[in-house]
């Protein structure tokens, strides 16, 4: 108990310290709970070796990062398709807000780039990660669920005619129209 005064107290006085500018040192930017759980996220993460993730504001920035997803089987094989992730400072009390910046013809994900996956909104629970979330996002693309749809017409093409979904699947990813919609390439 006496301990845990000492390291409250220690606290204390580096904290006088660094808002009264003492110790000559630079001074550092407290991390919130959501930054120092994040980072522990990042480090332990364990991606298939298809997932990559970037930081395009720098490594400074952990809050606000890309994930690059290139299936390597399925409907989606090949192509790659890369996901924005916007981390609240109450994570992991609030799940990441993800955004697919590439434009695909999916069921689970509109054309605006929002995703439907369970586990980014009622089914989201502290104990889940990031590690989590990007395998969440990589099973949509292994196996698309047309029960629970944002993009209702890639949905009801993959339950009454799965061929005619993979050609449109794959003339979205080489750069073409499905129906009167553009899709960039993405393969």
């Avoid at 500018?21 to 522990?40: D, F, N």
């Avoid at 698309?144 to 979904?165: G, I, T, Y």
Wanted: aromatic share 10%; proline share 6%; net charge neutral.
């Amino acid at each position: 108990m006496i301990g845990l005064f000492k390291v409250k107290e220690k606290q204390r006085e580096q904290a006088q310290n660094a808002s009264r500018g003492g110790g000559g040192g630079a001074s550092v930017k407290k991390q919130s709970a959501g930054e120092l759980r994040l980072h522990k996220d990042i480090s332990e993460l364990n991606l298939p070796s298809s997932c990559t993730i970037s930081f395009p504001n720098g490594k400074d920035d952990l809050m606000n990062f890309e994930v690059s997803i290139k299936p390597d089987d399925g409907y989606y094989h090949n192509g790659t398709f890369v996901f924005t992730f916007q981390v609240s400072p109450v994570y992991p009390h609030e799940a990441p807000k993800v955004k697919c910046k590439t434009k695909v013809y999916h069921p689970n994900i509109d054309l605006e780039g929002n995703v439907c996956l369970n586990i980014l909104r009622e089914d989201w629970k502290p104990v889940l990660n990031i590690n989590t979330v990007i395998y969440g996002l990589f099973h949509l693309f292994t196996e698309p669920n047309s029960e629970d749809p944002l993009n209702h017409d890639a949905a009801q093409v993959l339950r009454d005619n799965p061929k005619l979904f993979e050609t449109n699947v794959r003339r979205a990813m080489t750069g073409g129209y499905v129906g009167q919609t553009f899709f960039p390439r993405c393969i």
